[in-house]
């Protein structure tokens, strides 16, 4: 009787451990399922955080290369190229630089007061705006106060050239044409294809034979210069509406001829009290 009873027992247990394996296992399952329904949710959240993270940098860096590249409205990008004793100039340090975004509306009234009277001229903002906007820096630094217009041709191209910082005083003589700021920049606004190229009246940027090598000397016509004479390369600032009578007297006066005949100092000097740019 009782090895039947344990026989009864041990079945009983034999289908209570198989049905504990069998939860068991479809525990296990269940986890497995639920482990792996979880970690492909984490790859879809995670990977969808980075297609989110991938797209906002990228619209962010499309933003900010557009922001970059793209001038506010009424203004245009100018570059300003360092430049230092190292490239043979006698550099004046400013401190620093213009704005690398100038206006390319309105006008300014450019006014060199100096010690034959006021010249006055006007410049156009639309057509060579970086230019006005180092002249405008440049005014603002006082860069010009004190200085002398150091040269004046009498044969070939008429001129009158001034804007360099170093031509001051009786020592001017050993040092000028060859100051400039601590910064140069592009030629703009080029009379191509026009005769004269430079009318007398105008007011012209001086460079080197290389290009973008403008600063802030410039040179006034006092006759016209056809373009046989001078090429188009020489950025034009600007047209004087009053005071071409004082360069004229200024040539009248003559030259020293100390870089060559026709070609020196004006022997009627120009001294440049203060130069000015104001909004007109």
Not at 75 to 86: G, H, I, Y
Request: proline share 5%; net charge positive; charged share 25%.
């Amino acid at each position: 009787m009782s090895s039947i009873k344990d026989r009864q027992r041990a079945a009983a247990r034999a289908r209570l451990e198989k049905e504990m394996a069998e939860r068991a296992a479809a525990a296990r399952k269940r986890r497995q399922r639920q482990a792996i329904i979880g970690s492909a949710i984490a790859v879809v959240v995670i990977a969808g955080a980075a297609v989110w993270i991938v797209t906002a940098l990228n619209k962010d860096d499309k933003k900010s290369s557009s922001t970059a590249s793209a001038a506010p409205a009424g203004t245009v990008a100018c570059t300003w190229t360092p430049q230092d004793k190292s490239s043979g100039a006698n550099v004046k340090d400013t401190g620093g630089t213009p704005e690398q975004y100038a206006k390319n509306t309105g006008k300014d009234t450019l006014t060199i007061d100096t010690n034959l009277g006021k010249i006055t001229a006007d410049v156009d903002k639309s057509k060579a705006p970086c230019t006005a906007s180092a002249f405008e820096y440049l005014a603002s630094k006082n860069f010009w106060n004190n200085t002398k217009c150091h040269r004046l041709t009498t044969e070939g191209i008429k001129v009158l050239q001034c804007g360099d910082p170093t031509a001051t005083g009786k020592g001017y003589r050993q040092t000028d044409g060859t100051g400039g700021p601590n910064f140069m920049y592009a030629e703009e606004n080029l009379p191509a294809g026009k005769d004269p190229t430079y009318p007398a009246g105008t007011i012209a940027m001086a460079k080197t034979s290389n290009p973008g090598t403008t600063s802030s000397q410039f040179f006034i016509p006092y006759e016209d210069i056809p373009a046989a004479a001078l090429p188009a390369e020489y950025t034009i600032l600007g047209t004087i509406t009053s005071g071409l009578d004082i360069v004229k007297k200024v040539a009248k006066g003559g030259t020293d001829n100390a870089n060559q005949k026709g070609d020196g100092h004006p022997k009627t000097e120009l001294d440049i009290k203060s130069l000015t740019m104001a909004a007109s």
